[in-house]
């Protein structure tokens, strides 16, 4: 961000969710403000495309911003979309994108943005935050936790803000939650980031986001719904041995048949084996199943244990080895770490099931960030 002033602009009202929210824009990037109990930052405009003589250019930063003051978030998604094709590496448009997509309850590509967006100094704070009220929506207490403490950690820290937004309404029970708000520190002197400063009317999202997200969690807690359990997965990925530390190869996730299907395709580094998998939820057994076929001639085929208390999601299954001909008992867990990055363990049992044998272990990162082992504490 440039040294200079900040410029503030009249400050205007907009009616979102029924509530009378302050708009306040600065020139660079402004406060953060929040709409319907999503944290917004607003950019301004200075920086921007200059015209070219016959030039087509990409919507810009100001466009967004104009989209959303008139409420039309899908608008301002789709703008956002535009200006990451034509500059995948713009922050802002990441960040705006991610809020975007959370006020219209499209909140599992909103998750994938707001981890973006934590990668930038510049809007990791309320990404994190925006990321916690998006897990506790989606009804992943500890997803939420993680990120809400690194929200806080960065300076987002007043106090009403959290106990005010509804977003976080399902983790106010928790045990972790006293432990949450005595870290703030009792700290109110940030202004409250809730719309219209009146914490206890925020909404968390747009009302029919917040009555889809609310039945997910309800459906999660009573252990029944796996439905969205992988979704975490999904993205483009540099994967590196969590063992030495060393690129062991890239993995790109991507949904398919409106999120029910997700399709893998695996390249390892060094060597030319590649694999790619399908991932479908199972409606009958209230499970995920993944088939894996490896260019080596090894298939595997798991089901998700969904008995199992551990972290994401712990495929058991067995895998076809070409060498010998021979099944062997395997089994996979994934499941999401600190900084939005992925882990995933596979194991092998020759005695079914009684001693495991870890084949691999491996920290994903999403793609062209940086990674060494003492970032995991390893």
């Not at 991610?98 to 973006?116: F, M, P, W």
């Not at 106090?159 to 109110?188: E, F, H, P």
């Not at 969205?228 to 999904?234: G, K, N, Q, S, T």
């Not at 080596?296 to 798991?302: A, N, R």
């Amino acid at each position: 961000m440039h040294a200079r002033s900040k410029v503030f602009c009249p400050v205007r009202s907009i009616r979102s969710m029924g509530v009378a929210v302050p708009l306040c824009v600065v020139m660079g990037i402004a406060s953060g403000t929040a709409i319907g109990g999503v944290n917004l930052i607003h950019f301004g405009s200075e920086g921007e495309n200059e015209m070219v003589e016959g030039a087509v250019l990409a919507p810009t930063i100001g466009d967004v911003n104009s989209a959303m003051n008139a409420q039309d978030f899908a608008k301002a998604a789709e703008l956002c979309r535009a200006i990451l094709k034509a500059d995948p590496k713009n922050h802002q448009a990441v960040f705006l994108l991610g809020y975007n997509l959370h006020v219209q309850g499209e909140l599992d590509e909103a998750i994938l943005y707001h981890l973006r967006a934590t990668g930038h100094s510049g809007t990791a704070p309320l990404a994190y935050y925006n990321l916690g009220c998006a897990q506790a929506l989606k009804g992943n207490p500890d997803q939420a936790f993680k990120a809400l403490k690194k929200a806080a950690e960065l300076g987002v820290t007043n106090v009403a803000q959290y106990t005010g937004d509804s977003d976080l309404n399902s983790l106010k029970n928790d045990t972790r939650w006293k432990k949450l708000i005595d870290s703030l520190g009792g700290d109110n002197s940030q202004p409250a980031l809730s719309a219209g400063g009146d914490s206890s009317s925020a909404s968390a999202s747009a009302s029919s986001a917040t009555a889809s997200a609310g039945s997910k969690s309800d459906a999660s807690e009573s252990g029944q719904d796996h439905s969205e359990a992988l979704h975490f997965w999904v993205g483009d990925w540099d994967v590196y041995s969590a063992k030495t530390g060393e690129l062991a190869g890239r993995n790109s996730l991507s949904f398919r048949v409106g999120k029910h299907v997700i399709h893998e395709r695996w390249a390892s580094e060094g060597d030319s084996y590649t694999g790619e998998s399908w991932n479908h939820f199972d409606p009958y057994k209230k499970a995920w199943r993944q088939m894996w076929i490896g260019s080596g001639g090894d298939i595997s085929e798991f089901y998700q244990k969904t008995d199992s208390n551990v972290d994401g999601v712990m495929f058991i299954g067995k895998g076809y080895n070409p060498e010998n001909g021979e099944y062997t008992m395997s089994k996979m867990h994934v499941r999401e770490i600190n900084n939005g990055w992925v882990r995933q363990t596979g194991s092998r049992s020759t005695d079914d099931g009684s001693t495991w044998v870890i084949r691999y272990d491996l920290v994903y990162v999403p793609k062209g960030k940086k990674f060494d082992l003492e970032m995991m504490g390893i």
